[in-house]
């Protein structure tokens, strides 16, 4: 049997449970994901040679990283061919691209430095979405930046967000989309602080003097992620939850919920619904932690699906706005991107192919055996089908053979990297 022929049988399953997978299929081929830029690169960026710090980390060495913006490109358009779809790739700040000799430090950083990555998502008709990136950075002092109780770090970390707002209005003006662009600070303490409440204050305030500048709110969607620790910030981070739903919910910006930053046993999913319920838009940043908040390749796992389900039964496509935040430097990375990628638009697809209003409504009527049967029913449905289908039709390569690709590309490109 063809691919179609497959698909054409998984439909008639499909619709035996009211669930139209034509319809499913074409929602899915017009959703964009945020395509993280620094799986490519281990989070290295251009605009500095020192170490990456900030309480994140990437373990591995596999050869072939991206060393300047000429590869790191070129590994984007390779993972862009094996995944489904129209993204949009996500910078950071430290991916500036700068003339021979020139240097610019971050808080005098302007439009033209990213004009490179405008033509390149132009070029292939993606958007862009932008980040400031306080860490790998020697403003950052002692672990705090936008927090610290020297005016003068704040001031710097001010002026460096206050630029990329700039920057993302020229991104969305130039592709004509919106930017979303995330801020999220490392600070934080080791050990037990002696005043939580202080560089809580001296964040808010630096935030709102960031937000004070002139910016078009359609065009730059400010997103405020939090975290619960970093390595080296056990105890206390400053940006935690509470602080960035309640400053976002307070200033009219959006949470970013990233799932690694939460306790191990708290699920995003489950905040997903709440979260809706008092904002317009909130912002993703879709990972894996194993035992910690280790950023590892994103999988079609129970959690992605959970994430993945309530985006799409609460009909907030639109609404929650998915990036993908992992590094891992321990495999090929071309392959830890697509597999991520494609894994997330798996999610997507399994949502979009659950009969959600039956199930929906079998909760309401009290049927809960039924919803639990059901649930466990749908997940040897015919998926695989389906997704074959998509990939085929959009052609990009079916199943494993898009590491074929990948393979050859490491022969001819990524090995020859120093
Ligand atoms: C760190 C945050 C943050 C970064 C990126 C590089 O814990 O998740 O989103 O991963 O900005
Ligand atoms: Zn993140």
Redesign the pocket.
């Given at each position: 049997m063809t691919i179609t022929e497959r698909f054409e049988d998984a439909k008639k399953r499909y619709a035996g449970m009211g669930v139209d997978a034509e319809k499913a299929v074409e929602t899915l081929r017009n959703y964009s994901i945020s395509m993280h830029c620094w799986q490519g690169d281990d989070v290295t960026g251009f605009d500095h040679e020192g170490p990456l710090t900030g309480g994140i980390q990437t373990t591995g060495n596999y050869p072939g990283k991206a060393r300047t913006p000429e590869e790191l490109m070129a590994d984007i358009d390779k993972v862009l061919s094996l995944v489904p779809g129209k993204h949009k790739i996500n910078l950071h700040a430290n991916y500036a691209i700068f003339e021979k000799g020139e240097f610019v430090d971050r808080d005098a950083l302007e439009p033209k430095h990213f004009a490179k990555w405008v033509e390149f998502a132009k070029e292939r008709g993606l958007g862009l979405d932008f980040n400031p990136t306080i860490f790998s950075h020697d403003m950052v002092k002692n672990n705090l930046s936008l927090s610290h109780p020297d005016q003068e770090v704040r001031d710097f970390w001010i002026r460096h967000c206050q630029a990329c707002i700039r920057i993302s209005q020229y991104f969305a003006e130039e592709l004509g989309q919106p930017c979303v662009m995330n801020i999220?600070i490392p600070d934080g303490y080791k050990d037990i602080p002696a005043d939580r409440m202080a560089p809580r204050a001296r964040f808010k305030d630096s935030l709102d003097r960031i937000l004070s500048i002139p910016y078009d709110k359609e065009k730059v969607l400010v997103c405020l992620?939090s975290k619960v620790f970093g390595i080296g910030m056990e105890s206390y981070t400053v940006g935690s939850s509470e602080f960035t739903v309640n400053y976002a919910a307070s200033r009219g910006i959006l949470p970013l919920m990233?799932n690694?930053?939460y306790h191990p046993t708290e699920v995003v999913s489950d905040k997903i619904s709440s979260m809706l319920l008092f904002f317009d838009q909130i912002a993703l940043?879709v990972?894996r932690p194993v035992r910690w908040d280790s950023d590892h390749v994103v999988l079609f796992d129970d959690e992605t699906r959970e994430i993945a389900k309530e985006i799409v039964r609460n009909n907030a496509l639109d609404r929650v706005k998915v990036g993908l935040?992992f590094f891992d430097a321990s495999i090929n990375r071309i392959a830890a991107w697509t597999i991520g990628m494609r894994n997330f638009q798996k999610a997507l697809l399994y949502a979009l192919l659950c009969p959600n209003e039956k199930l929906a409504n079998l909760q309401e009527e009290g049927k809960l055996t039924e919803v639990l049967m059901l649930q466990e029913e749908i997940k040897t449905c015919p998926f695989g089908d389906v997704w074959d289908y998509f990939c085929e039709s959009s052609q990009v390569p079916v199943r494993e053979t898009w590491y074929d690709e990948v393979k050859k590309y490491e022969e001819e490109v990524l090995v020859k990297r120093g």
């Amino acid at each position: 049997m063809t691919i179609t022929e497959r698909f054409e049988d998984a439909k008639k399953r499909y619709a035996g449970m009211g669930v139209d997978a034509e319809k499913a299929v074409e929602t899915l081929r017009n959703y964009s994901i945020s395509m993280h830029c620094w799986q490519g690169d281990d989070v290295t960026g251009f605009d500095h040679e020192g170490p990456l710090t900030g309480g994140i980390q990437t373990t591995g060495n596999y050869p072939g990283k991206a060393r300047t913006p000429e590869e790191l490109m070129a590994d984007i358009d390779k993972v862009l061919s094996l995944v489904p779809g129209k993204h949009k790739i996500n910078l950071h700040a430290n991916y500036a691209i700068f003339e021979k000799g020139e240097f610019v430090d971050r808080d005098a950083l302007e439009p033209k430095h990213f004009a490179k990555w405008v033509e390149f998502a132009k070029e292939r008709g993606l958007g862009l979405d932008f980040n400031p990136t306080i860490f790998s950075h020697d403003m950052v002092k002692n672990n705090l930046s936008l927090s610290h109780p020297d005016q003068e770090v704040r001031d710097f970390w001010i002026r460096h967000c206050q630029a990329c707002i700039r920057i993302s209005q020229y991104f969305a003006e130039e592709l004509g989309q919106p930017c979303v662009m995330n801020i999220w600070i490392p600070d934080g303490y080791k050990d037990i602080p002696a005043d939580r409440m202080a560089p809580r204050a001296r964040f808010k305030d630096s935030l709102d003097r960031i937000l004070s500048i002139p910016y078009d709110k359609e065009k730059v969607l400010v997103c405020l992620e939090s975290k619960v620790f970093g390595i080296g910030m056990e105890s206390y981070t400053v940006g935690s939850s509470e602080f960035t739903v309640n400053y976002a919910a307070s200033r009219g910006i959006l949470p970013l919920m990233d799932n690694g930053h939460y306790h191990p046993t708290e699920v995003v999913s489950d905040k997903i619904s709440s979260m809706l319920l008092f904002f317009d838009q909130i912002a993703l940043h879709v990972t894996r932690p194993v035992r910690w908040d280790s950023d590892h390749v994103v999988l079609f796992d129970d959690e992605t699906r959970e994430i993945a389900k309530e985006i799409v039964r609460n009909n907030a496509l639109d609404r929650v706005k998915v990036g993908l935040d992992f590094f891992d430097a321990s495999i090929n990375r071309i392959a830890a991107w697509t597999i991520g990628m494609r894994n997330f638009q798996k999610a997507l697809l399994y949502a979009l192919l659950c009969p959600n209003e039956k199930l929906a409504n079998l909760q309401e009527e009290g049927k809960l055996t039924e919803v639990l049967m059901l649930q466990e029913e749908i997940k040897t449905c015919p998926f695989g089908d389906v997704w074959d289908y998509f990939c085929e039709s959009s052609q990009v390569p079916v199943r494993e053979t898009w590491y074929d690709e990948v393979k050859k590309y490491e022969e001819e490109v990524l090995v020859k990297r120093g």
